[in-house]
């Protein structure tokens, strides 16, 4: 069986990239989905409905044009990996986890512990919180592969 690990959160870092050679390495039976990682493209999704002159509006539909996707791959993942950065506030990936939880779909953290205290209640809620990406793939490892 195939897994489906939905990959949340930060774009500026190749902690994606680590963890698919680290799930490659393994040979562990992994599909990996996300929502756009290219920000531009993101922010302009709403534009296909016509070019907004109010941020609030572009980003509305941008916003609904994405979750066209982010839903559909949440609701259809096996469990996702969230990746919170130090550098800028993902409130998308916030968001991403607490639909995770009111799903019951498992989630991973991935983030540093300089950013325990704020991201307290989506710990909480998480199977599991890993600092880097190649602790994620000894949990998925072990998920996988442990009879």
């Given at each position: 069986m195939d897994w489906n690990v939905y990959l949340?959160?930060?774009i500026h870092t190749d902690w994606r990239q680590r963890l698919k050679e680290g799930c490659e390495?393994?040979?562990l039976p992994v599909v990996f989905t996300s929502a756009v990682?290219?920000?531009e493209a993101s922010d302009a999704a709403g534009d296909l409905l016509?070019?907004?002159?109010?941020?609030?509006?572009r980003d509305h539909k941008s916003a609904k044009v994405n979750a066209i996707r982010t839903k559909t791959l949440i609701e259809n993942c096996d469990v996702a990996v969230v990746r919170f950065g130090?550098?800028?506030?993902?409130?998308n990936a916030a968001f991403?986890?607490?639909?995770?939880?009111?799903?019951?779909?498992?989630?991973i953290t991935l983030h540093d512990e300089e950013i325990i205290h704020p991201l307290?209640?989506?710990?909480?809620a998480a199977m599991a919180?890993?600092?880097?990406?190649?602790?994620?793939?000894?949990?998925?490892?072990?998920?996988m592969t442990k009879a």
């Open positions: 949340s959160g930060e390495a393994n040979n990682t290219d920000h016509g070019k907004e002159d109010s941020k609030y509006w130090d550098k800028y506030k993902q409130w991403d986890a607490g639909f995770c939880a009111a799903l019951g779909t498992p989630y307290k209640e989506l710990d909480a919180w890993a600092k880097t990406p190649e602790q994620v793939v000894e949990i998925l490892k072990y998920v």
